[in-house]
Nanobody
Framework: QVQLVESGGGLVQPGGSLRLSCTAS????????VGWFRQVPGKEREVVSC????????YYPESVKDRFGIFRDGARKTVYLEIDNVRFEDQGMYYC???????????????????WGQGTQVTVSS
């Protein structure tokens, strides 16, 4: 059974750092484009980063570009999302998604991904 699992969320203070992990069972993430998305109540899910399969091209929206980092650990078959200098607006449920078809261009949208995890909650509070 194919399953994505996110971990690493929790309570973090503004200015702190966080590392979220996305792992897969049933297949290797090394061969897939992976996206990280954030969703807050009442709003649509939005991309915060993605990394393509193969050459590991990365994308960040301008709102997070200087503080978020996505990278792949091939040995662990895990994709990480690091968040530095956490802000209140980073709060939300973070989901990872995988696709064997998404390019760097279309990974910016929540449509068409093959699999999604259940999410990990990030709460920002001082």
């Amino acid at each position: 059974q194919v399953q994505l699992v996110e971990s690493g969320g929790g309570l973090v203070q503004p200015g702190g750092s966080l590392r979220l992990s996305c792992t897969a069972s049933g297949f290797s993430l090394n061969d897939y484009t992976v996206g990280w998305f954030r969703q807050v109540p009442g709003k649509e899910r939005e991309v915060v980063s993605c990394i393509t399969s193969g050459v590991d091209l990365t994308y960040y929206p301008e709102s997070v570009k200087d503080r978020f980092g996505i990278f792949r650990d091939g040995a662990r078959k895990t994709v990480y999302l690091e968040i530095d200098n956490v802000r209140f607006e980073d709060q939300g449920m973070y989901y990872c998604a995988s696709s064997d078809k998404h390019t760097l261009q279309d990974c910016r949208w929540p449509a068409g991904w093959s699999d999604w995890g259940q999410g990990t909650q990030v709460t920002v509070s001082s």
